[in-house]
């Protein structure tokens, strides 16, 4: 199957994005005039150096900053509508489970603030277990499970009320590599099966070029865009493909980006 | 995929028994030290009134007699710990428990209003704790007159809320636990605020992402993490509350309490009634200590405690 571009909605449309904070040293410019449009369906990963104003840019498309100026709209929405409206799910570098809450309950949280009814609950928890793969843990306590499987849970917890968008801050950042290849896969599988909108912060070159359909390369001082890149590999790719010569060469244009973008001489 | 169930090596018998003496060896240990040095200060201590009694009666006696004498007095300045323990012994077994000589009725009337003074208490700093988490207006204005409310010496209080109180038409259980309250609220109020505040940022900012309403982010997030100081400040202010109720019954001449007991005792030079008194009141705290510890326990375990 080709898979034509075809004219789709968008879900992320942002224009001249700056966002500026007033610190005890002065102002930093976090970002800088950033435009970018995401159409329904697309995986955008966000690269680029510590300070670049990536996961800023994913935290105002979530409304949890506002930017200085620019105009944004999420799912057809200005952001903080988006976020009423419950129009996308976070998922943080840290799982940020509740302790105190069992597996299964802590996917049900956001449904119980929801309003969800009990059985809607019940079932949407068993559905999103067994898409990350963690059935059979329902009764468990975090602490009773490895990282990676907590950052399952939280992305399950992400997905249980079904948002049209999924933002991922460095999820896999704090996980060792073989886990993170893994759950790349997985990701990967999980995006295909639920056809959501990701939007994905790493600084990993090699997550970047794997996952995405689009890499946004980012530089920091100020924080702005300075390469997108499509990528374009089957959908059904594994992780081999990432000694294939186009691989390598998507990967290496994002690291020449990265490195016209960064100042060394600090 | 692992299973998480840890298969833990069980303890053979005389392992067990061996944790045993490690854990409780040095306890024992110190308590008959202590003993021993009591029994040492007790002879001291009680030397010169036995002597002064033998020779104002003017009875011949030996160094025997008078060692004898101060394991026994009957007003001993500190009276030797079987003295205190058979007292102890005597005033709850020796009577019907409502008898005005039992310490078991004495130690229910303490009891009553250390109860109702903790409840009043613990949620009172509950309402504080969550007002100053939701204001910083109350922050500011609260704080500095919850700390100054410590400082007082509630003697020096405790007659001035019964006096208050008593020309209010309040008598008896209800001003003592008042007092009592007055002193126990202040470790939950201060815990409190902290436990509040206690949750991950990452954990709120995704209360937010799912815009729930503060009362939700109450709720789910902010009181289940702040359970744990909950217990720490109770355990504390279990113990206050229960100073405090004894406090209160010194000034108001009450006929019963542990307070009116150690009162009555040191009126009237019953030193071994005195340390019965405490005995009892320590018992008493150290079985609501325990109360709180279990209830601890158990909410612990359902909220998945290791």
Not at chain 1, 241 to 251: D, N
Not at chain 2, 72 to 100: C, K, M
Not at chain 2, 159 to 186: E, M, N, Q, R, T
Request: charged share 15%.
């Amino acid at each position: 199957m080709a898979t034509e571009p075809t004219p789709k909605r968008l879900v992320v449309d942002a224009r001249n994005i700056s966002l500026t904070f007033e610190t005890a040293d002065g102002r930093v410019d976090a970002l800088s005039d950033v435009s970018l449009q995401v159409a329904e369906g697309e995986f955008v990963s966000f690269i680029g150096p510590s300070g670049c104003g990536k996961t800023t840019m994913l935290r105002v498309i979530a409304d949890l900053q506002q930017p200085t100026s620019g105009t944004l709209s999420v799912n057809g929405m200005s952001a903080e509508n988006a976020r009423l409206a419950r129009s996308y799910g976070y998922v943080f570098q840290s799982p940020a489970l509740f302790p105190w809450r069992s597996i299964e309950k802590n996917i049900r949280l956001p449904l119980e603030v929801m309003g969800f009814s009990d059985a809607e609950q019940q079932s949407r928890a068993e559905h999103y277990l067994s898409l990350v793969n963690l059935t059979g843990f329902e009764r468990k306590f975090p602490w009773q499970l490895s990282g990676g499987m907590q950052q399952r849970v939280s992305i399950a917890r992400a997905l249980s009320f079904d948002p049209a968008l999924l933002l991922m801050d460095e999820p896999f950042g704090a996980l060792d590599e073989i886990v993170r290849d893994h759950l790349n896969e997985q990701l990967l599988k999980l995006w295909k099966s639920t056809e959501k909108t990701v939007l994905f912060v790493t600084h990993s070159i090699p997550e970047a070029v794997f996952l995405s359909t689009r890499i946004v390369v980012m530089s920091p001082r100020p924080g702005r865009i300075i390469d997108v890149i499509d990528c374009d590999f089957p959908p059904d790719r594994s992780l081999e493909i990432r000694e294939t010569p186009e691989f390598l060469k998507i990967a290496q244009r994002v690291r020449t980006g990265l490195r016209a973008g960064h100042s060394y001489d600090e | 995929m692992t299973s998480s169930s840890l298969a833990l090596p069980q303890p053979v018998p005389w392992r067990a028994g061996r944790a045993f003496m490690e854990r409780y060896a040095p306890i024992a240990t110190t308590v008959l030290a202590l003993v021993a040095i009591w029994y040492v200060a007790a002879v001291a201590m009680n030397w010169g009134i036995v002597r002064d009694g033998f020779e104002r009666e003017e009875t011949p006696y030996t160094i025997t007699d008078v060692l004898s004498g101060t394991m026994d007095a009957e007003r001993p300045l500190l009276p030797a710990p079987h003295q205190i323990i058979s007292a102890f012994l005597d005033g709850v077994f020796g009577y019907p428990p409502l008898a005005p000589r039992s310490l078991v009725y004495h130690s229910l009337v303490t009891l009553s209003a250390t109860a109702l003074g903790f409840v009043l208490g613990a949620l009172f700093g509950i309402v504080l704790a969550l007002m100053i988490v939701h204001s910083r207006v109350l922050e500011r204005s609260l704080l500095p007159w919850i700390i100054c409310s410590q400082m007082v010496p509630v003697l020096a209080l405790a007659p001035i809320f019964i006096v208050v109180l008593g020309a209010l038409g309040l008598h008896g259980l209800l001003p003592k636990s008042i007092i009592s309250a007055y002193l126990c609220f202040f470790p939950v109020a201060i815990g409190m605020v902290k436990g509040f505040t206690s949750p991950d940022p990452l954990q709120i900012e995704l209360m937010r992402t799912w815009s729930a309403t503060p009362r939700q982010v109450l709720r789910k997030l902010r009181w289940p993490a702040a359970v744990p100081f909950l217990f720490t400040s109770l355990k504390v202010a279990v113990t206050i509350s229960l100073v405090g109720a004894i406090v209160a019954e010194l000034p108001t001449g009450a006929e019963a309490g542990i307070g009116a007991r150690l009162l009555s005792g040191s009126y009237y030079g019953q030193t071994v009634q005195l340390w019965a008194a405490l005995v009892a009141a320590a018992v008493l705290a150290s079985g609501l200590i325990g109360i709180v510890g279990i209830v601890e326990r158990v909410v612990a375990r359902r909220m998945g405690a290791h």
